[in-house]
């Protein structure tokens, strides 16, 4: 009888057991299967951003410059943004008299290719200021090349030598001479074209080019504030960039600039004190630095200039 009741209750025992491990079984099959499930998610994760990221490039590819947007580095501190000055860039043809703001074009081309070469991202206006306010960066070695006064040399032999490296420049404007018709200088035609290419992009050197920190208010006023509306009217876009000419400007200037809309002004390296660094949003968006190039820079001089803020933005990551 005992041994009876001892043997059913190990059947029952069995009975329990039987489930228990069904129920085990089940249980640890759900929980590799959420483990699995979670180790795909960031992919799935991945694929759609990517395939976001890919619409964005899609539509950015149609804009007739057709550098791939590249994917923008976040930095720990603000950027450190090089900015070059040139002039004109000529050629024996142009019988354009010797100058040193006249950078011979084999010159000119080398250091194009030099910063090609080097890994450089030559920025549009529009990444220049997003790389000056923000905290993020298309790369770490990166050059704004800016071309004052408009001269005509900006389209015939400049613009030319963009589009074959693929680089981005910036153009600041006289609209006086151009209005004008003036010998050697761009017409609204050339720079219409030349910003429909978007490689290049403008902005104000006034309406006649005087040092405007010798200026009255008024006359500052109507420099600043009439050559923004002529740009503004011509190129259906809103000018906020202005390089004073001969790097001259007073207090009334920037304010006066801020007041009309400018956000953006450029110096001349060595004039009003100004020192030839790379440009950082802390030492003012109004009064960016930059560095001169002549006849004389070698590919070699200008690599120099840049490399103390690819150093910074490298160790910025
Ligand atoms: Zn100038």
């Known amino acids: 009888m005992k041994k009876r009741l001892r043997r059913k209750k190990k059947s029952y025992k069995r009975l329990f057991i039987l489930p228990i491990l069904v129920l085990l079984v089940v249980l640890l099959g759900i929980i590799a299967f959420s483990q699995l499930t979670k180790t795909k998610a960031p ?17 950015n590819s149609s804009e007739k410059s057709s550098v791939a947007t590249p994917k923008w580095l976040s930095a720990k501190n603000e950027n450190q943004l090089p900015i070059l000055m040139f002039h004109y860039v000529t ?42 306010t923000t905290k993020e960066k298309p790369s770490n070695k990166l050059v704004w090349l800016t071309f004052d006064d408009g001269s005509v040399t900006m389209y015939t ?25 003036q010998g050697g200088i761009l017409t609204w035609e050339q720079i219409k074209e030349m910003k429909e290419s978007g490689w290049v992009d403008f902005g104000s050197h006034t309406v006649d080019h005087p040092d405007l920190g010798t200026q009255t208010l008024e006359a500052q006023r109507s420099e600043l504030a009439d050559s923004k509306a002529d740009l503004d009217k011509n190129l259906t876009q809103k000018t906020n960039m202005i390089c004073y000419p001969a790097g001259g400007y007073n207090q009334n200037t920037l304010d006066l600039s801020t007041e009309l809309g400018y956000q953006y002004g450029f110096l001349d390296p060595g004039r009003n004190g100004a020192v030839a660094m790379a440009a950082k949003e802390s030492d ?10 002549m006849d004389t820079t070698s590919a070699e001089d200008m690599l120099q200039m840049l490399q103390p803020a690819a150093t910074y933005n490298e160790q910025n990551n």
Request: avoid cysteine.
């Open 43 to 59: 992919e799935q994760q991945n694929a759609r951003s990517m395939s976001q990221a890919k619409s964005v490039k899609e539509e």
């Open 284 to 293: 003012g968006l109004l009064t960016l630095p930059r560095f001169r190039m």
């Open 91 to 132: 050629s024996d043809e142009d019988q354009l008299p010797k100058d040193s703001n006249n950078i011979d074009v084999t010159t000119f081309e080398n250091e194009l290719k030099a910063l090609k070469e080097q890994g450089y991202t030559t920025v549009s206006a529009a990444d220049a200021q997003r790389v000056l």
């Open 157 to 181: 032999r400049i613009f030319p030598l963009l589009k074959k490296y693929q680089m981005h420049a910036t153009s600041f404007i006289i609209t006086s001479f151009v209005d004008n018709g």
